[in-house]
């Protein structure tokens, strides 16, 4: 039984076409990671499987767990069990932290007709969290991401995480612009909440954040479609050779869509 | 006025006639020559500066007789109706403009508080500058004269010198909402001694639905080193027309502040002139409006430096959903010899609708050297990034817009000291906020 299955998904932003017949299967428990040049789709992916609007889809189905994802909007998703941890966290000056979780895990739970919980119980979820995560409790006593380091917003994205417990959790290039410590740290938090019942598809630009979290498959995407997947050793390689070489056993990508090599 | 006086103007005419004399000859004159000057110029029209954002015409078509007072005293008032968390001092209810001593509770250590009426027999010589003189033709608005001219209550409260009354005053209109067409008129002064504090909550609701009329003006003086905290909480019916003016003088080293949540009536004014009148006198204003369907409310702030390092900070936000207008405009002016001035404005609205409409205009008039002075204003919509993380996270569409506009409105109301006040008040918001998308 597969989690989430994509088939042939074509979407567009802006009138322009940016995913073109990308499939991928994801089943409980995998970890899949998804790498590939600048402006390969990498974010739109993100973005269309968590309901964003202005992301189109022209063609292609996606179903999450027997459902029809693409027919539910964004809150339903998150109630579903869809996560995705933003490349770029907004900032909501005015709403606290706290009030702000509480109010998405109870929404959440109201959706699944699960029982919401009461401050003391949702205190108690959040203190064990805020352990496994390593996160400090000042940060939820500010506002969502107000005046957070490009760090602890991404930490906060992965502490959101664990307290929502989702099924499926979609990493939009969180490892972009962490230091060493800061990655360990996301990567850690990862790897705490890995189960057999909760899958990963993480959407990055380098092969470090790999070294940290084991992927049970690698993906390239690349002009709007998986060209070419395996496992860490693919990881490896693009790493050390770039993009380029698909050209060669791809010969309908054009150079531009190889163009953005990892650095 | 060369045409003849409009349905609006004869009411008030016709009014005056059934208002029964007050057996002091000077505060009779005063409210002949009021009434006259009303009479004579009417309301003002679309080519008055002040008036420009909220036309009158469709108002100057209406009539309103004066409310009846027998009617006002009898009729029974559910005090669950104005109850507000920690508002827990003395009170003074005025139902469709009379003074309800039912409902009133005015003994409280510290302050001297007596209904208008009541002051006029025993003391009315401290009231001829407030009621007779300061309103002379040509130094006041055709709503002040109106009012002038009817009001027959309202209350004088004085705070003695040193006194700190620590218990807030509550103040309360209620509009009766059963005597349709009628007007209603009340008139407040209130002074604070030097180095004395004192907190008033203006607090505005109504008992039914019918179409009423409700001027308020009061006059506000603050000695050297007094404090002053205002609260006003206007949450009247939709068929309310309301129309308030005030003025606070505030002397050396004192301070006052007020926050204002502006929720009900269909047609509102509020406006309000702060004179910083001594060396190093604050006034700090906070303020919300949250409009929906057809209402209008129109805030004017003018603030007047006249000291040296005096110091204004203005924090206003505006909500229009519908088909509503708001209007805003805050006026600075830092006269000369005001020197070490610091004047702040913000003025941020949010429109979520297509069909509201919200006019803004900050206005700064500097004639002293050495000045801070920093205003903006801003209209805008919900952030759609903002709206799509909290759905990301499961809150609904509608929750999640309630909670943005929420934050958008809490630099306002968060710095209320009173706690359990602060909080009602954002309840109060979050319950008049749209829970429907608007297109």
């Known amino acids: 039984m597969h989690m989430l299955k994509i088939d042939n998904l074509h979407a567009r932003v802006e009138g322009k076409e940016i995913l073109k017949g990308l499939s991928l299967t994801v089943k409980p428990g995998e970890v899949h990671a998804i790498m590939g040049p600048n402006g390969a789709g990498k974010s739109t992916l993100g973005n269309v499987l968590a309901g964003r609007d202005g992301y189109e889809v022209t063609q292609g189905a996606v179903d999450f767990a027997g459902r029809d994802l693409l027919a539910l909007d964004p809150e339903e998703r998150a109630a579903a069990g869809v996560f995705l941890a933003f490349q770029y966290p907004v900032e909501i000056p005015g709403v606290n932290n706290t009030y702000f979780l509480r109010a998405a895990l109870n929404a959440q739970r109201k959706f699944r007709g699960e029982e919401e919980l009461d401050s003391m119980r949702f205190l108690k979820l959040v203190r064990e969290k805020l352990k496994v995560m390593q996160v400090s409790d000042e940060l939820l006593h500010r506002a969502v991401n107000e005046g957070f380091s490009g760090g602890e917003k991404k930490r906060n994205e992965i502490f959101q995480m664990a307290v929502l417990e989702p099924k499926l959790a979609i990493l939009d290039e969180t490892d972009s612009g962490l230091d060493i410590d800061a990655l360990k740290q996301v990567a850690g938090g990862v790897n705490a909440l890995r189960s057999p ?30 060209v070419e997947s395996g496992d860490k050793e693919l990881a490896i390689k693009l790493e050390e050779q770039g993009y380029a070489w698909l050209a060669e056993t791809h010969p309908e990508l054009r150079k531009a869509d190889l163009a953005g090599a990892p650095a | 006025m060369s045409n003849a006086p409009s349905p609006f103007v004869r009411a008030a005419v ?9 057996g002091i000859a000077w505060l009779d004159a005063a409210r002949r020559e009021n009434l006259e000057a009303f009479a004579d110029a009417g309301l003002p029209e679309g080519r008055n500066e002040a008036w420009k954002y909220t036309p009158l015409r469709a108002l100057s078509q209406r009539a309103f007789a004066l409310a009846d007072r027998a009617l006002a005293l009898a009729v029974a008032v559910d005090p669950a109706l104005y109850a507000l968390p920690g508002v827990d001092g003395a009170r003074i209810v005025f139902v469709d403009g009379a003074y309800r001593a039912d409902l009133s509770s005015l003994d409280e250590d510290g302050i001297e508080l007596a209904p208008l009426s009541a002051a006029l027999i025993a003391h009315p010589e401290p009231l001829r500058f407030a009621l007779a003189n300061r309103y002379r033709r040509g130094a006041a608005d055709a709503f002040m004269h109106l009012n002038a001219a009817l009001a027959a209550d309202g209350f004088v409260l004085r705070v003695a010198d040193g006194t700190i009354a620590s218990r807030p005053l509550h103040v309360v209109h209620v509009s009766s909402g059963s005597q349709a067409d009628t007007a209603w008129h009340v008139r407040l002064v209130i002074e604070v001694g030097k180095g004395a504090t004192a907190d008033i909550v203006e607090h505005f609701v109504s008992a039914g639905d019918a179409a009423q009329l409700g001027t308020v003006v009061s006059d ?13 909480l206007q949450d009247a019916s939709a068929a309310t027309t309301l129309v308030r003016r005030g003025h606070i003088r505030i002397d050396a080293g004192a301070a006052a502040t007020l926050h204002a949540l502006e929720l009900g009536g269909a047609l509102v004014r509020h406006e309000l002139h702060a004179d910083l009148e001594g060396d190093g006198a604050r006034f700090d204003s906070r303020g919300v409006f949250a409009l929906a369907g057809r209402q209008h409310a129109d805030t004017q702030l003018e603030i007047r430096h006249k000291a040296r390092d005096t110091v204004s900070d203005a924090l206003w936000r505006g909500i229009a959903d519908g088909r509503s207008r708001g209007v805003f405009r805050g006026a600075i002016v830092v006269a000369e010899g005001a020197d070490g001035a610091d004047a702040t404005l913000s003025n941020k609205n949010l429109l979520l609708s297509g069909m509201a409409e919200i006019d803004t205009k900050p206005e700064l008039e500097i004639y002293a050297d050495e000045v801070k002075a920093a205003h903006g204003a801003t209209v805008g919509q919900l952030d759609e990034r903002s709206l799509f993380y909290l759905r990301s996270r499961g809150i609904p569409l509608a929750d999640a817009r309630s909670l943005l506009t929420l934050a958008f409105c809490r630099a306002a109301l968060e710095s209320l000291p009173n706690g359990a006040l602060r909080e009602h008040l954002g309840e109060l918001l979050v319950a008049h906020l749209p829970t429907e998308p608007a297109e």
Do not use: C, M, N
């Open chain 2, 14 to 22: 016709d009014a005056a006639e059934a208002l029964p004399a007050s």
């Open chain 1, 197 to 226: 019942e909760r899958s990963f598809v993480i959407v990055t630009h380098y092969q470090r954040l790999l070294d940290y979290i084991e992927p049970d498959f690698v993906h390239v995407l690349a002009g709007g479609r998986i």
């Open chain 2, 220 to 232: 506000v003086v603050l000695r050297e080193g007094g404090r002053l905290g205002l609260v006003v």
